[in-house]
């Protein structure tokens, strides 16, 4: 059975109804903390309100809870014409809509990294 495609006004309308979540938030990748200097500078990210960092299929991110300066009141980009890049590339199957997860892990605070990372971090310091 083939499915059928959002045209441009119905995504526009997911978009908007979703709240813009993606616009709301950024992810860059990170290296894997792999000595106790890397683990106390993940700490330290985690340390600041609105970060938190992920590990996706092995890869780790920083992410970053902010709005983007160009989301209107009304969720929709102001600056749809010249937007950055990696908008335009944005992926579907990034679409964070309805709560998907899109991480293996997840780490809100210094405490969660801890739980994960600070047994292995004491054997290896
Ligand atoms: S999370 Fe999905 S539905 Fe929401 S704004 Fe981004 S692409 Fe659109
Ligand atoms: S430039 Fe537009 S599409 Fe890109 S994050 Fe900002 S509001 Fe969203």
Redo the contacts with the bound molecule.
Sequence with gaps: MSRRRFSSAE?DA??????????KDFAIEISAPSCHKDAERIRWYLSHERTRVFIRDDHWYLLVANRCRHLGQD?RCTAHESRPDVCRR?S?K????GGRVFYDHLFNAPQEFDAYYGRRDMIHR
């Excluded at 997911?14 to 616009?23: K, V, W």
């Excluded at 990034?94 to 809509?97: A, L, V």
């Design positions: 995504r997911l978009c908007i109804a979703c709240g813009a979540l993606c616009c969720n944005h579907r990034e679409c964070e809509r």
